[in-house]
Structure formats: C-alpha cells, structure tokens
C-alpha cells in the first residue's frame, strides 16, 4: 500500500493526526499546531 505524507493546508506543518472520518467515510485529520479540522 502506498503512503501518503498530508500536510495542513494552513501552516504547511506535516505534525497531522487522524481523526475520525467525515459522513462520507472519508478520513479527517487535525493538525497539532493550528487545530482545525482537515477532510
């Protein structure tokens, strides 16, 4: 399986984690230095 390295689209940091998935399954990541959600 391929990886994927996601980045927050607000600060560019790669410090992400996943959390949870949205209603249509996709996963959500939030990142550790901004703190918003990212689908």
């Known amino acids: 399986m391929a990886s994927v390295n996601i980045h927050c689209p607000r600060c560019q940091s790669a410090q992400v984690y996943r959390h949870?998935?949205?209603?249509?399954?996709?996963?959500?990541?939030?990142?550790?230095?901004?703190?918003?959600?990212i689908s």
């Open 20 to 37: 949870g998935q949205n209603p249509k399954g996709h996963d959500r990541f939030r990142c550790r230095e901004v703190m918003p959600l």
